[in-house]
């Protein structure tokens, strides 16, 4: 079945730190790939989304490159804040399917 | 995008006793969707609720433990019946609009 995997958390690092979080999954055939954020105490909010390969979903900083031949979506920032601190989950999903999100990897970021 | 409001936003409830989540929509969704997210871990699908129809749950899930009413597109429930101290999660509804999934703040739910 399909899966994404995500690398473990937390991740700590101080502000203005470059920011990687990993992300890869196993799926048949291309599915649209989503990273999300939960803020303390907060349900989902959708940061960007990439729905074919080579796609670049960017938002607040954020970007994630949709890469076929890896099978990878990694989250980038180049400068966090303390404000991103949250729980980031990867999860992909096929057209009018249910999300298949990924055990998630929380950010804490010091000032 | 769909904008989503939960009620109640949490509660605490006792062993035995039944909670209803409500999840209403800012606009005409054919697909709407219920998670559980348990204490630290991610988010697995309950079940989906397309209007006119019955909800489909997903292996694990039943009926008789987590019955859905999806009475009209822009409106659904989620019954937790007879909780037990397992059941305590984050309860969130889901919806689809041209493909991308939109989340409700979620119930947080402890049982006593």
């Known amino acids: 079945g399909d899966s994404v995997t995500q690398m473990e958390g937390p991740v700590t690092l101080s502000e203005e730190a470059f920011l990687t979080i990993n992300c890869t999954y196993t799926?048949?055939?291309?599915?649209?790939l989503f990273w999300y954020v939960q803020y303390p105490g907060e349900g989902l909010q959708l940061l960007l989304k990439a729905t074919k390969a080579d796609d670049k979903g960017s938002n607040k900083g954020f970007e994630a490159t949709y890469r076929k031949e890896t099978t990878s979506f990694h989250l980038e920032k180049g400068s966090v804040q303390v404000s991103d601190s949250a729980v980031y989950f990867c999860a992909l999903e096929f057209a009018g399917n249910m999300l298949t999100f990924g055990g998630g990897t929380r950010l804490m970021v010091k000032p | 995008s769909a904008v989503i409001s939960q009620k109640p936003s949490r509660d605490i409830c006792q062993r035995g006793t039944s909670l209803t989540i409500q999840c209403q929509v800012d606009?005409?969704?054919?697909?709407m969707f219920w998670y559980r997210q348990q204490p630290g871990q991610s988010l697995t699908l309950i079940a989906t609720a397309n209007q006119g129809s019955e909800a489909t749950y997903e292996s694990g899930f039943v009926i008789d433990k987590f019955p859905i009413s999806r009475p009209n597109l822009t409106f659904s429930t989620l019954t937790v019946s007879n909780m037990s101290p397992e059941d305590s999660s984050i309860y969130l509804c889901?919806?689809?609009?041209?493909?991308?999934?939109?989340f409700g703040a979620g119930t947080r739910l402890s049982v006593l």
């Open positions: 799926a048949t055939g291309y599915p649209s």
């Open positions: 606009s005409q969704v054919t697909m």
């Open positions: 889901s919806v689809d609009d041209r493909n991308i999934q939109y």
